[in-house]
């Protein structure tokens, strides 16, 4: 049997995390994947996921070269830049992952230059969409090893969790992290203006992150308070797009934009700004 590590940066369970866990559910009879990350929500939800999870400081260069001695993987996949890079310093043989294009891919600056290291250490280098090639300062030394992977999503599953029941209906749905990226306080913004034509719009918002009690506070100074419902972090949040009529992707940048995809499995519209992934 073969085997194969994803190794994750962070401890919480998004977009990226969620695409490395369902790639290791359907790997072939004949691998054995495993999820390395370090101990919080991401490791708690691969692991409810019947997923192969390791605890691993992934910041550490050590605890890297641990795991990957334990396990003696035919594979690595490093997620997202940080990981890709924390790889290439423990000099073992990897596939960068990227799955988002981040503003700083145009400049010159220490992460660009970082990635362009990546891009020389690995053995290939995977995008979620062509944008993040594209737009890469250094597309040049990335083209060389890159290839376009777009997000794998189960529809089947996605549909049989949507099915679960909420008390609540919402016109508006927001689903992602609290964080720049994903734009939420411009989300909350979206719904101050809309409430002066409709004062009874209601919209949920599913997610964690460092914005979250400043978006709540904006919510309140606002006057949203009825308006907007905070749901945090929940493993299914496919029922509450069911249950709402239209998503919102407030992101500034997206290297794939996985929750629109989720949305239209669900037969939902959803509103966006023309970025990265969610354009090509």
């Known amino acids: 049997m073969k085997k194969v590590v994803h190794f994750i940066i962070t401890d919480v369970f998004s977009g990226a995390e969620s695409v490395a866990a369902h790639i290791i559910k359907n790997l072939p009879s004949d691998w054995q994947g495993f999820y390395a990350a370090p101990e919080g929500r991401g490791l708690e939800t691969v692991r ?34 940080r990981m890709s890079f924390n790889c290439a310093l423990a000099g073992i043989p990897f596939v960068a992952h990227l799955h988002n294009n981040n503003p700083w891919l145009r400049k010159l600056c220490p992460n660009s230059i970082a990635l362009r290291y990546v891009c020389k250490r690995s053995a290939r280098v995977l995008c979620v969409s062509q944008s993040i090639i594209d737009e890469y300062i250094f597309k040049g030394s990335m083209v060389k090893k890159a290839e376009v992977l777009y997000n794998c999503v189960d529809a089947d599953e996605v549909k049989n969790l949507a099915a679960e029941p909420v008390s609540d209906k919402f016109d508006l749905c927001f689903v992602g992290r609290m964080e720049e990226e994903k734009d939420p306080l411009g989300f909350i913004r979206v719904i101050a203006d809309l409430k002066k034509q409709l004062p009874d719009v209601r919209a949920v918002m599913l997610g964690e992150g460092s914005l979250r009690a400043e978006a709540e506070a904006l919510a309140v100074s606002l006057g949203l308070s009825g308006n907007i419902a905070f749901k945090g972090f929940d493993r299914n949040p496919y029922k509450y797009m069911a249950a709402s009529k239209v998503g919102v992707l407030t992101s500034k940048w997206e290297g794939f934009g996985l929750v629109a995809v989720e949305q239209l499995i669900l037969s939902k519209p959803f509103v966006a700004y023309p970025v990265g992934g969610l354009v090509n």
């Open 48 to 81: 409810a996921m019947g997923v192969n999870a390791i605890p691993c400081n992934t910041s550490d260069i050590k605890d890297i070269k641990r795991v990957f001695d334990e396990i003696k993987p035919d594979a690595v996949h490093a997620h997202d830049p």
